[in-house]
């Protein structure tokens, strides 16, 4: 009887030749067979390369076919593997590279050039691995892996990744968990959530329109492939693509971000209306505030599918709402499924129901922030609970309401402003797509609300257009939270993930 394969987890006839993932543009099918041995010949390399139980990698490269093949070839090599944004500086990405104390780097051939700069800054022993054409002082890794034993190294431990915080409030940081001991393929608690929350496994054709190097898209298409899902990675996002991908290849589950909700929204009707999007069952939604406005536009485009979670890439706690939920509970981002919630003053000490402070999570996965004992105490109270800096109130049912980032918040004549409050309200206005609110300064109040604005056409960027949006806000809220003034941008600087590095556009006002 032929060994069973690692993944599919608790599967009780295994389908080798069935379709783990594909890439969309690409074309390019891996079967769970296919996966299964080069993620082998995989952790071969990286044995022969000197990585050993416990050690780092780190993985350079856009969604293509390799990413997860690599992810779950370290997996099954007991390593940490960190993946890395490709929006990053070269300087940022070597930061990363020296910070986790990788051994390997493996780079697409596209990204070399990110990369030779800094070369010399990298650790001696560093060895180069190219995804792609060869490159002088790089190893071919095609070649290398055609070298490789298609069977299990004799060692195989579980592995995970060790992501970097995207650094929109300041320098990345490495999130280290425990990692577990025993074999690998095993449950861990990720997929046991994930899993348990939103339905993957057998049966699941589930949409990736997000980069890999996120926490959420690589964790969600991973828990899908490892429990017997079907996953279709967009090698870049495209509002109408992914309504025809998700007619063409009859998806079921998906995850996206806000701003991928707002352009497609904003496409024609008559291009929206022209899929048909009845095989979605489940529509998951994070890593940024969502305007109930637009949540609502999309319940009503597809039905109450749409769920939504709040969560770091620390994972030190994890809410979670159904369309249901939110419904009844509009702008939650719903009850603790993993941890216990607590919202606490400036100094830690628990606050009564209802009112505003900071979240912090006790009882959750223990991480830390990899080097760095000082930021990774500054997260944690008296109590060991600890937080993200993100504020929010909880009410009487244990429903989470986010505010915003500390970090971001604004102090105007002593008054406290939320700047995701605002953006909520501007969004909304039909030439907006997108928007960014913060504190500049100001010599009589401190700070004040200024507003940067991405049109849904450039040219229409005018004095008066400013005043109609200011306008526009003081008909919806308070006027001392409206803006005082509005910059016209031709894009936001928005990661691909959904966050906005809000950091780039702030700075140049306090100079």
């Known amino acids: 009887m032929a060994k069973p394969m690692l993944y599919p987890i608790d599967v009780a006839a295994q389908q080798p030749d069935a379709i783990a993932f594909r890439m969309c543009t690409s074309g390019e099918q891996v079967t769970f067979s296919q996966l299964e041995t080069r993620s082998n010949q995989i952790a071969h390399l990286l044995r022969s390369s000197g990585v050993a139980i416990g050690d780092h990698i780190a993985i350079l490269l856009k969604n293509q076919r390799e990413f997860l093949e690599l992810c779950f070839g370290a997996e099954r090599?007991?390593?940490?593997?960190?993946?890395?944004?490709?929006?990053?500086?070269?300087?940022?990405?070597?930061?990363?590279?020296?910070?986790?104390?990788?051994?390997?780097?493996?780079?697409?051939a596209d990204l070399i050039e990110a990369i030779e700069p800094l070369k010399h800054t990298l650790s001696p022993v560093l060895r180069f691995f190219s995804v792609g054409?060869?490159?002088?002082?790089?190893?071919?890794?095609?070649?290398?892996?055609?070298?490789?034993?298609?069977?299990?190294?004799?060692?195989?431990?579980?592995?995970?990744?060790?992501?970097?915080?995207?650094?929109?409030?300041?320098?990345?940081?490495?999130?280290?968990?425990?990692?577990?001991?025993?074999?690998?393929?095993?449950?861990?608690?990720?997929?046991?959530?994930?899993?348990?929350?939103?339905?993957?496994?057998?049966?699941?054709?589930?949409?990736?329109?997000?980069?890999?190097?996120?926490?959420?898209p690589l964790r969600h298409s991973m828990t899908t492939i490892k429990l017997g899902g079907e996953v279709s990675v967009m090698e870049q996002f495209d509002a109408e693509q992914s309504l025809s991908l998700i007619e063409r290849l009859r998806i079921t589950h998906s995850q996206w971000v806000p701003t991928m909700f707002v352009r497609m929204l904003k496409l024609p009707s008559a291009q929206r209306e022209k899929y048909d999007l009845s095989s979605l069952r489940?529509?998951?939604?994070?890593a940024a505030p969502c305007p109930i406005e637009v949540k609502n536009q999309m319940i009503q485009w597809w039905g109450p599918i749409i769920d939504e979670y709040y969560a770091g890439t620390e994972n030190n706690g994890f809410c979670s709402i159904t369309c249901e939920e939110w419904l009844a509970h509009p702008g939650s981002v719903g009850r603790a499924a993993l941890g216990i919630l607590h919202i606490c003053d400036d100094q830690g000490i628990e606050l009564p129901v209802g009112d505003t402070g900071?979240?912090?999570?006790?009882?959750?996965?223990?991480?830390?922030?990899?080097?760095?004992?000082?930021?990774?105490?500054?997260?944690?109270?008296?109590?060991?609970?600890?937080?993200?800096?993100?504020?929010?109130r909880v009410d009487e049912e244990g429903y989470l309401y986010l505010l915003d980032r500390k970090a971001f918040m604004i102090i105007s004549g002593g008054v406290n402003i939320y700047p995701?409050?605002?953006?909520?309200?501007?969004?909304g206005h039909p030439k907006v797509v997108d928007v960014a609110v913060f504190g500049i300064p100001n010599t009589d109040f401190g700070e004040e609300v200024k507003a940067v604005v991405q049109l849904q056409d450039a040219h229409q960027a005018s004095p008066a257009l400013q005043a109609e949006l200011i306008a526009y806000c003081r008909e919806n809220m308070a006027d001392y939270k409206c803006p005082r003034s509005i910059d016209f941008v031709e894009e936001l600087p928005r990661l691909p993930t959904g966050k906005l590095y809000k950091k780039l556009l702030r700075d140049p006002y306090w100079i």
């Not at 006790?362 to 008296?382: C, E, L």
């Not at 995701?420 to 969004?427: A, G, T």
Request: hydrophobic share 35%; with cysteine; aromatic share 10%.
């Open 77 to 108: 090599a007991g390593i940490y593997y960190t993946t890395i944004s490709t929006r990053l500086t070269s300087s940022e990405i070597a930061f990363i590279i020296n910070n986790c104390g990788a051994k390997v780097l493996i780079c697409g």
């Open 358 to 392: 900071q979240v912090y999570f006790s009882d959750g996965p223990d991480f830390s922030y990899h080097n760095d004992p000082q930021k990774t105490a500054q997260t944690r109270n008296a109590l060991g609970w600890s937080t993200l800096g993100d504020i929010g």
């Open 133 to 216: 054409i060869n490159a002088a002082g790089w190893e071919n890794l095609e070649e290398k892996l055609s070298q490789q034993p298609l069977s299990p190294i004799a060692d195989q431990a579980q592995g995970l990744d060790m992501l970097y915080s995207s650094g929109t409030t300041g320098q990345p940081k490495g999130v280290k968990w425990p990692r577990p001991e025993g074999p690998a393929g095993q449950r861990t608690f990720l997929v046991d959530l994930l899993g348990r929350l939103y339905g993957y496994g057998e049966n699941c054709r589930y949409l990736s329109p997000a980069p890999l190097y996120h926490a959420a």
């Open 420 to 427: 995701q409050e605002v953006e909520s309200i501007l969004i």
């Open 282 to 286: 489940m529509a998951v939604h994070a």
